[in-house]
Nanobody, 116 residues
Framework: QVQLVESGGGLVQPGGSLRLSCTAS????????INWYRQAPGKEREPVAFIANTGRSSYVVNSVKGRCTISRDNAKNTVYLEMKNMKTEDTAGYSCRVRIATRDYWGQGTQVTVSP
């Protein structure tokens, strides 16, 4: 079955860095685009980044532009979200999503807390 497993979250100080991973199984990873989302306490889930199946096309949203890079390794069935110069407003649960046919699959998420 389709599975997405996020990892790499944790507690980091403002200005610090983290690399999140989203490892997939149960489908042909290289055929599908992947999205990262985040949800802060009391707020709606919001998109963070997108990467096409080949990795040749990607984008990050304005709130993390210049601080965040998305990449993928299709040989490892993994998408990465590297964040640097982190801010307290980056505190959220981060999840990855894949859409296969008309259905969305989500991982369980990984918590990122940015705090002094």
């Amino acid at each position: 079955q389709v599975q997405l497993v996020e990892s790499g979250g944790g507690l980091v100080q403002p200005g610090g860095s983290l690399r999140l991973s989203c490892t997939a199984s149960g489908f042909t990873f290289s055929d599908y685009h992947i999205n990262w989302y985040r949800q802060a306490p009391g707020k709606e889930r919001e998109p963070v980044a997108f990467i096409a199946n080949t990795g040749r096309s990607s984008y990050v949203v304005n709130s993390v532009k210049g601080r965040c890079t998305i990449s993928r390794d299709n040989a490892k069935n993994t998408v990465y979200l590297e964040m640097k110069n982190m801010k307290t407003e980056d505190t959220a649960g981060y999840s990855c999503r894949v859409r296969i046919a008309t259905r969305d699959y989500w991982g369980q998420g990984t918590q990122v807390t940015v705090s002094p």
